[in-house]
């Protein structure tokens, strides 16, 4: 009898017991590689199939910078206030509780000090679930808070950038980050304490215009969209054609806006390298 022919007839399996394939087992990247999330995970969120850097938030950032994930989160419970009242199809207070809900995040980025490589390290690191890494209040307070944090305890200072720039429900409070943010790295720089700049895929709008490019060092992951107009947005304005990679990270190096490209797992290795050799000490081995 052939295997596939059922011998017991009118067998039924209710709806409760039927078993879906568990989502998130697999990650497709856009060149349509098929990768185990498990695999994915080991590889710091970079396909082996085709060198693709999918989009991590702090958590990920923090534990690939940080020895052994170790670190004191600074000024966790600030969260963003309604002072314009705003409100588009839902008010605003609504959608921060909701984005908090979703993505168990205050605000969109964190920030803390540890160490890295053996010595302290101040990172501060956007997280684009939380409303597309806009640029509101709190950001704009808890790296300006950051930069004091390392100029009081002179600890070098990490900004991990990833935002679609600023966020539209606090309007010109919004805006007024990138001045508040650019004075605080001034004051960082007269202390002579190093700032590396990193852009992760996207880095635009306002965060392009202050913090994201105001670094002794500017790098980036490979393939980062940083811009400070997206690509759609200027070929709609110009009417013309882009060149390919406009606005990807190599275009950007290519055009004397960055320092260098550094793939995932060699971030934490090249960031001390540069501290380092900003402060002319001996350079750290692993």
């Known amino acids: ?58 958590k990920e950032y923090f534990e690939l910078f940080f ?17 314009l009242n705003f409100e588009d199809t839902v008010k605003y207070p609504e959608r921060v509780k909701a984005a908090q809900e979703k993505t168990n995040l205050k605000d969109a980025v964190r920030t803390a000090v540890g160490k890295s490589m053996g010595k302290d390290i101040v990172i501060a690191a956007m997280d684009f679930a939380f409303i597309g890494g806009s640029m509101g209040s709190v950001v704009g307070e808890k790296i300006a808070r950051a930069i004091n944090y390392s100029i009081k305890h002179r600890v070098p200072f990490l900004m991990v ?53 105001l670094g002794d060092i500017n790098i980036a992951e490979p393939n980062a969209l940083i811009a400070f107009a997206g690509p759609r947005v200027v070929k709609d304005t110009t009417g013309k054609d882009l060149p390919e990679g406009f606005q ?37 081995s692993e």
């Open 248 to 284: 990807r990270s190599e275009f950007v190096l290519e055009h004397g806006f960055l320092d260098g490209i550094y793939e995932r797992k060699n971030l934490k290795k090249q960031v001390n390298l540069y501290i380092d050799l900003i402060q002319n000490i001996p350079v750290r």
């Open 67 to 83: 020895d052994d994930n170790t670190f004191k989160e600074l000024d966790q419970n600030l969260t963003s206030k309604d002072p």
């Open 1 to 58: 009898m052939a295997w596939f022919k059922r011998t017991d007839k009118g067998i039924h399996t209710l709806t409760e017991d039927k078993k879906d394939t568990p989502k998130g087992l697999w990650y497709k990247t856009p060149s349509g590689k098929i990768i185990d999330t498990e695999e994915l995970k080991k590889n710091l969120y970079v396909s082996p199939e085709d060198g693709y850097h999918v989009r991590i938030g702090s």
């Open 161 to 213: 950038s990833k935002s679609g720039g600023a966020r539209m429900m606090e309007a010109s409070l919004s805006l007024m980050q990138l001045v508040k943010t650019s004075v605080k790295l001034a004051q960082l720089a007269e202390a002579k304490i190093p700032y590396i700049s990193l852009c992760t895929d996207p880095t635009t709008g306002g965060t392009t215009a202050s913090f994201a490019m």
